[in-house]
């Protein structure tokens, strides 16, 4: 493996190490940190981060957006508990690299963005890269993809107010909703909220975090 890779990796353990007592636990799923081993982050970031693809940390993605610090996906990968069977659903695409873990640990992967070119962006690496189990579509992620739903999983990586209603009601039971939840450029929350079979949540807080918003709005 690629020693920038392998560096990435042992940064992202040594932060799950330092925010144990937050998380609830010493390690992540190996499974998780062996596919991020494996999906070459350079390949998602424009030319002129390159040299810092590998730092665990977020990094400008143009349109005012970020690819997310790579302990941040591999955390909310690990919360999501993602099974080959499972279909997911992600809430801003963005670069595509948390799209393309997911998908090299579930059975399929459906995958919204409201900036199109970002989505295009997406789309054209997962051809490249035969990641053929993902759909993308340009949308706005408050209201979900109600076509494929339910869910065993639902993932959002921007950061919304509130947790959007249309979210909860795609979820199967059972199934994780993992989503930041606060106020834009303020304090936010990485939430875990789990349905019950009696149609209740129980909702577990677990880091503080800074995510760019979940805006409302037209596709653009
Ligand atoms: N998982 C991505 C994170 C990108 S940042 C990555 O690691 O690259 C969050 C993304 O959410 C941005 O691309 C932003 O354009 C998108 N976004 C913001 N509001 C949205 C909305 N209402 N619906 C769908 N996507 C949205």
Redesign the pocket.
């Given at each position: 493996m690629h020693k920038h890779i392998q560096r990435m990796l042992s940064d992202i353990r040594k932060e799950v190490e330092y925010t144990r007592s937050m998380i609830g636990k010493d390690a992540l799923d190996p499974q998780i940190l062996e596919v991020m081993g494996r999906i070459p982050r350079d390949q998602?970031v424009p030319e002129a981060q390159r040299n810092h693809a590998y730092d665990n940390g977020?990094l400008p993605?143009g349109?005012?957006?970020?690819?997310?610090q790579p302990y941040i996906?591999a955390l909310m990968t690990d919360m999501l508990a993602p099974q080959p069977h499972h279909r997911v659903l992600?809430?801003?695409?963005?670069?595509?690299?948390?799209?393309a873990i997911l998908a090299s640990l579930c059975e399929r992967v459906y995958?919204?963005?409201?900036?199109r070119a970002?989505?295009e962006q997406?789309t054209e690496r997962f051809r490249q890269m035969s990641l053929d189990n993902i759909e993308t579509r340009?949308?706005?992620?408050?209201?979900g993809w109600p076509e494929h739903a339910p869910y065993d999983g639902i993932?959002?990586?921007?950061a919304?107010p509130y947790v959007p209603e249309a979210l909860l009601d795609q979820l199967k039971t059972g199934g994780r909703l993992i989503i930041p939840v606060g106020e834009p450029y303020s304090h936010q929350d990485l939430i875990l909220l789990e349905k019950e079979p009696d149609g209740s949540t129980r909702q577990k807080h677990l880091l503080a975090v800074a995510?760019?918003?979940?805006?409302?709005?037209e596709?653009s």
């Open positions: 998602f977020p993605i349109h005012g957006q970020t690819i997310s996906v992600e809430i801003g695409t963005g670069s595509g690299y948390q799209t995958s919204v963005e409201l900036t970002l989505s997406a340009v949308s706005d992620g408050y209201q993932m959002v990586t921007a919304a995510f760019v918003p979940l805006r409302h709005g596709t």
